[in-house]
């Protein structure tokens, strides 16, 4: 697979002081959705805007396919489509002549039979003579990604693309996103519904206070750092736990009617069915069994708090 | 040279003054129209002859002049600012447009407009009072490196604002002063000795003394000393922001 997006060593440091970016090194592979995962603050944003040339870098390169952001501006930024994590709109432009002109500003002939295309796939058809300032708020973030679509981007980011947005517009917007891996289109996106991710996404890559702490297919993240817990029903309440279960580290619901084994499904020897030897063993009866997987959301939540 | 974009930024900016016709040209007009009123028609019946030619057409150009500099600098400086206010400047930003071409639209869009206006005025004026045009073509230059400088000034004014308050400031307590002071509406040979010289430190007595040279023949300064200054003020502001680009001053962090 070939590297749409490559970042070495990428800092960046504000003028007030602030470092939003520690040493950042991703490379962003052609075709895949790449989710940026990381709490508010944690230099989502401020890694787009430095590849899409909306901040300068403090010290580190980026080419976006095999062009330099700075020396090969014009060919990196043709690449790419941005959609912002703000409503920022014009007031009082009509929908068409907005989309038009972001078609133009990237040096694309006009082309009015891709932006009705565009416009209709994001069901914006209708609004297309409307002034922007009367559009909904969803509607306005349809606009927006009309726009970076304008121009037919080869890589297209969504920064926060479903903050605030309703079920609808959320399904939508997931029903695009494959779309455009169908087409080929490289797609990252930052959130921190880590649903989202969840549900889009080929890679995660997780950020927090300015560092890429790991980056990894979202299959083997979730199989990875998964923890898989076992919960056994019992027959009649019990009091304490036996001693000779204390080597399995259960836990015991409020109630008494369950236990509760963590264990990690990769490993061969997980125990599972040591315990419920076990628990016969020790002439403790259960009336039923489940097992829960933990979500990339407990994941991620693991993850940034260990660094904490 | 992404001229797609150029044309992109220009008709965008085109058609905002198509919008907003009654501020950008209908108010000019009327203004212009009262002044003709009352210092052509009113008061200049009884002032005499200004080197031989009426007042009512010997402030045609200073008139002009004054319409030019404030709506070059109004136009430019909103023109920018709006997007930086409302964040739509990402888009720009983002785009492969080069600073040049970004300057190019805007600017060239600001001084159409301003151009336009002047135009307009002059055939509005041409309505109140006789007029002469002894140098058309060195007209047409003051007027175009005029527009063109003062827009360049507005879209300075309009990257340096952090407010709206701050885009009035400049025009208002600056440019008008100025172009009051500069010999709009008088020849500043009217003047006693000493502001005479001072005068001469009010750069807009040189853009309006060739204006007016090339209407009638008559100037306070010689007319190649009007266009070395004007040409001055151009390649000054072609400096600055050409600096602005450079730092990437309040545009990227």
Redesign the interface.
């Known amino acids: 697979m070939t590297t749409m997006i490559s970042i070495s060593n990428l800092s960046k440091t504000y003028d007030s002081g602030f470092q939003a970016l520690k040493t950042v090194n991703l490379d962003i592979r052609r075709g895949e959705i790449f989710a940026l995962l990381g709490p508010n603050g944690a230099g989502k944003t401020t890694l787009i805007s430095i590849v899409c040339g909306l901040v300068n870098a403090s010290t580190g390169t980026v080419t976006v396919g095999g062009h330099d952001i700075v020396t090969d501006y014009r060919a990196a930024r043709e690449l790419i489509g941005l959609v912002p994590q703000e409503l920022t709109t014009e007031a009082f432009e009509t929908v068409f002549s907005a989309v038009s002109f972001s078609r133009g500003l990237f040096g694309k002939p006009a082309n009015p039979a891709h932006i009705e295309k565009v416009l209709r796939s994001l069901s914006l058809w209708d609004k297309r003579n409307s002034r922007i300032m009367t559009l909904s708020g969803g509607m306005k973030r349809r606009l927006l990604i009309a726009k970076a679509l304008s121009h037919e981007p080869g890589i297209l980011f969504l920064d926060e693309p479903t903050a605030g947005v309703d079920v609808e517009l959320r399904r939508d917007m997931w029903a695009l996103v494959s779309e455009l891996r169908r087409q080929g289109v490289t797609v990252i996106l930052t959130t921190h519904y880590i649903e989202e991710a969840e549900e889009m996404a080929d890679r995660i890559g997780v950020i927090t206070r300015g560092e890429i702490i790991l980056v990894e297919d979202k299959a083997t993240l979730m199989h990875k750092l998964g923890r898989k817990q076992l919960t056994v029903q019992l027959q009649e309440a019990i009091g304490a736990i036996p001693e000779t279960l204390s080597g399995y580290g259960l836990e015991r619901t409020e109630d008494g009617h369950a236990l509760v084994f963590t264990y990690d499904a990769e490993r061969a020897q997980h125990g599972v069915a040591e315990l419920l030897r076990d628990l016969a063993t020790a002439g403790i009866a259960f009336k039923d069994v489940n097992t829960t997987q933990s979500s990339l959301e407990d994941i991620f939540v693991d993850l940034v708090k260990e660094e904490r | 040279m992404?001229l797609?974009?150029i044309?992109?930024?220009y008709r965008?900016e085109m058609?905002?003054a198509r919008?907003t016709l009654t501020q950008s040209i209908i108010s000019p007009v009327i203004s212009t129209s009262l002044y003709f009123v009352v210092f052509g028609a009113a008061i200049g019946s009884r002032i005499p002859h200004v080197d031989g030619v009426s007042y009512g057409s010997f402030i045609v150009p200073g008139l002009i002049m004054l319409a030019l500099l404030t709506q070059s600098i109004a136009n430019a400086s909103f023109g920018i600012y709006f997007p930086r206010f409302?964040?739509?400047i990402?888009?720009?930003?983002?785009?492969?447009?080069?600073y040049l071409e970004i300057v190019i639209a805007y600017v060239g869009a600001a001084a159409t407009k301003s151009i336009i206006l002047g135009l307009i005025i002059l055939a509005t004026a041409a309505l109140f009072v006789p007029l002469t045009i002894q140098h058309p073509l060195w007209m047409l230059m003051f007027l175009v490196l005029t527009a063109v400088t003062f827009s360049l000034l507005g879209f300075i004014i309009g990257i340096w604002a952090d407010g709206f308050e701050k885009l009035q400031l400049v025009p208002m307590l600056i440019v008008t002063p100025l172009t009051f002071l500069g010999g709009s509406f008088y020849s500043i040979s009217m003047l006693p000795p000493f502001w005479q010289t001072v005068t001469l430190f009010n750069p807009v007595v040189y853009l309006v003394s060739g204006f007016r040279w090339s209407f009638y023949g008559i100037a306070d300064v010689s007319p190649a000393l009007s266009l070395g200054m004007t040409f001055f003020f151009l390649v000054a502001c072609i400096v600055i922001v050409g600096w602005i680009f450079r730092t990437?001053y309040r545009l990227?962090?």
Do not use: M, W
């Open positions: 992404n797609h974009a044309n992109a930024i965008f058609a905002r919008r409302t964040g739509t990402y888009e720009v930003l983002s785009a492969p447009v080069s990437g990227k962090p």
